[in-house]
């Protein structure tokens, strides 16, 4: 039982080069999101999807890609790596239905830039 | 526009005492509550959920909370505290629009043996 997954779970970048922060998750949910979680600030919404095909902006945005081919996979792009991206990375996903059913979340990746 | 306030950032205990976390919520609508504990280097796990029924909650790990319109809070308490209980507890509220989530800013516990 799986669950949602992430990798990698550790990387480090130098500022400028490129990366994709892969997410699935197994249990068939329709919606899917990015967070990043920085000290004394929670998490804080970057993508979501609400199925394939279909993604949207959340809080904030700036400096990732994503894109929903599956229902399984939601990749996280970074293009030009920035010292401001140094964080922990949280995919998580949720059914969509009923609603209000909480978010289940992957363990995470942690991506420094130097 | 909602929101949600954890009103501290970290909270100390003795092993066996209580636990009071407290969080404030901010919310046009009726809205879903959630509280997520996070241990070191790990994701988010759900404890317990309010979502408009009974407003006493039990959770997992013997935690529970109490949603209180009048006050709008949802504290999150515990009526001994064990040393694995030591991790970062987040409140969460739920804005219905695609089960998209607000996070409080965290509150971590301590447990002193």
């Known amino acids: 039982n799986a669950g949602v997954t992430q990798t990698p779970k550790f990387r480090i970048l130098k500022i400028g080069q490129s990366m994709t922060l892969q997410c699935t998750q197994d249990?068939?949910?329709?919606?899917m999101y990015w967070y990043r979680q920085d000290p004394g600030m929670g998490l804080k919404l970057i993508y979501y999807s609400v199925g394939a095909g279909i993604t949207d902006k959340g809080e904030v945005p700036n400096g990732y890609n994503v894109s929903r081919s599956t229902t399984e996979d939601f990749p996280l792009r970074l293009e030009l790596a920035a010292p401001s991206q140094t964080s922990v990375y949280f995919c998580?996903?949720?059914?969509?239905?009923?609603?209000?059913?909480?978010?289940?979340f992957g363990d995470g990746t942690r991506l420094s830039i130097l | 526009a909602q929101s949600v306030t954890q009103l501290d950032s970290h909270v100390s205990v003795s092993e066996g005492t209580p636990v009071l976390l407290r969080c404030n919520y901010s919310?046009?609508?009726?809205?879903?509550l959630f509280w997520y504990v996070q241990h070191p280097n790990k994701g988010l796990q759900l404890l317990l959920k309010?979502?408009?029924?009974?407003?006493l909650v039990k959770g997992i790990n013997g935690f529970e909370a109490e949603f209180k319109k009048s006050e709008t809070s949802f504290h999150l308490t515990k009526p001994s505290a064990h040393m694995s209980d030591a991790a970062e507890y987040f409140c969460v509220v739920s804005f219905g629009g695609y089960q998209k989530v607000t996070f409080g800013t965290g509150t971590k516990l301590q447990v002193i043996p």
């Open positions: 309010y979502t408009s029924a009974a407003t």
């Open positions: 249990m068939n949910h329709n919606y």
């Open positions: 998580a996903s949720n059914p969509g239905q009923p609603r209000d059913q909480p978010q289940h």
């Open positions: 919310s046009s609508y009726s809205p879903s």
